[in-house]
């Protein structure tokens, strides 16, 4: 592979030798085959049967970016960029149909492939369990709400362990267990298209149940040399001042979306400020007997962290209306900063310090558990208008990877036990709602022919690797 001008020069930026560099993935999102190989159907298939016109483009999930398919080249691909690890996701539905039943030969087979490809190429897989690809029966039963789904999945996990754990050390139970919640229960951009805040909290409590079964199950397959833990997009929550209405406003955004899984996934116990909010307005969950003992009792080895933008917030600015559905929205006001830095393509501010403070709060908090970067990256539409001799030019990326990455470095430097970066994503995906109206890959995808072609930040990203730094 011809190497473009990387733009490295001296290295400033060093870091350890067993960094984990990759990319991020999900079984959704690449492999497409979406109703080949004895794959069941999950809700993103269901949804976008029923409703085409709510996806871009009307772009679903059957083909995405072919890794069912062309999985050898993209490795290989991996390998010749200098990743020494690639997270992926195990799909539920295609290693089970339906959820629960018979496992699918074919689906094994498959899984065994990618795993063994991988490491025969010198990359480490990382594998996740679940990341929002609900088999249709099981959501059809209540999905998270079900405590015959939370038990499914705790059988699903045993199964994977079985099968793929002599090979896969690092394992995740899910990816950003928060976003279903907010998507299918709360703001209506994920299937089922739920507004109910008392489901909300069942689904998100139940997540967390199932969540501790799967680490339980881990435990108990005894895989050599094996961790466990999962992946949260943790989003900080600034106040917008230090006025104590602001601060108590960015306190509770923290309780509702980070601690609520954050908290009993590494300390095995909810922060009792969140218990006292939600029995305050009648929304604790159903529990069962052994629950908390179970969440207590399986904790997790390490933690995925995904970091794409903060969260800012200031005190009510009115009262919410009665009538309307509880959100979390009652607790406080989104805010937006003046001279904020934005990607005007997501619509999402860009603070890279963000990715510094989360560290510092893992390491004096949260026993400095051992982390790392699982996803970060920048989506941008009509990347086709940079291309230059053949490639995207997207020095906008590799800025945005570096100037993370300079944060990443000082929290190393200061202590913290983070252990690698991982964008999102190794190449163009499908993503859910969107489809491939942002890309994000370091190799871009033609979806007419499928051709990949690595973008500039893909050499300055394999330069880094050779180099250890930047």
Not at 212 to 227: L, P, Q, S, Y
Request: hydrophobic letters at 35%; one cysteine or more; charged letters at 25%.
């Amino acid at each position: 592979m011809e190497r473009a001008d990387d733009g490295i020069k001296d290295v400033q930026y060093r870091f350890p030798k067993d960094f984990w560099l990759g990319g991020a993935s999900s079984a959704t999102q690449i492999e497409g085959a979406a109703r080949e190989g004895g794959k069941g159907l999950n809700i993103w298939d269901y949804w976008f049967e029923k409703e085409p016109h709510r996806f871009y483009d009307g772009v679903g999930p059957d083909t995405t970016s072919d890794f069912y398919h062309r999985y050898r080249e993209d490795i290989k691909l991996m390998k010749e960029l200098g990743h020494n690890s690639f997270r992926f996701s195990i799909s539920w539905s295609r290693l089970i149909p339906g959820g629960i039943g018979e496992v699918n030969p074919e689906a094994v087979d498959f899984y065994n492939r990618v795993i063994d490809e991988l490491l025969a190429n010198g990359i480490e897989p990382f594998a996740n369990l679940y990341h929002f690809d609900m088999p249709l029966e099981m959501q059809q039963l209540g999905g998270w709400e079900s405590r015959k789904v939370v038990e499914a999945y705790a059988r699903y996990a045993r199964i994977c362990f079985e099968k793929f754990g002599d090979r896969v050390k690092k394992w995740f139970t899910h990816n950003e267990p928060i976003v279903p919640v907010e998507g299918g229960y709360l703001y209506d951009f994920h299937y089922p298209n739920i507004v109910d805040f008392r489901r909300a909290v069942q689904v998100a409590y139940h997540t967390i149940v199932a969540h501790a079964k799967a680490v339980k199950a881990f435990r108990e397959a005894n895989i050599k040399d094996g961790k466990i833990g999962i992946i949260l997009n943790l989003t900080p929550s600034y106040p917008r001042s230090e006025h104590p209405a602001d601060r108590q406003a960015a306190h509770i955004a923290d309780l509702l979306f980070n601690r609520s899984f954050l908290d009993p996934a590494v300390k095995g116990e909810y922060p009792q400020d969140l218990i006292d909010l939600l029995k305050a307005h009648g929304f604790l969950p159903v529990t069962q007997e052994g629950d908390l003992e179970l969440i207590r009792e399986h904790t997790i080895d390490w933690l995925g962290v995904n970091y794409y933008q903060p969260r800012r917030v200031k005190a009510k600015e009115t009262l919410p209306n009665p009538y309307a559905p509880f959100m979390p929205e009652r607790f406080f006001d989104n805010y937006e900063m003046p001279g904020r830095k934005m990607n005007p393509y997501r619509g999402w501010e860009i603070y890279e310090k963000g990715i510094y403070d989360i560290l510092i709060n893992l390491r004096d908090n949260y026993g400095n558990i051992e982390c790392f970067i699982s996803e970060n990256g920048m989506g941008v539409q009509n990347e086709e208008r940079f291309i230059k001799d053949g490639i995207i030019q997207d020095d906008y990326r590799i800025d945005f990877i570096k100037e993370h990455l300079k944060w990443v470095h000082k929290a190393l430097s200061e202590g913290c036990n983070v252990k690698g970066y991982h964008l999102w994503a190794f190449m163009d995906c499908w993503s859910w709602t969107n489809a491939y109206k942002n890309r994000y890959g370091f190799v871009s995808v033609d979806l007419k022919t499928q051709k990949r072609t690595p973008k500039k930040s893909a050499y300055w990203f394999k330069a880094f690797a050779e180099n250890g730094g930047f």
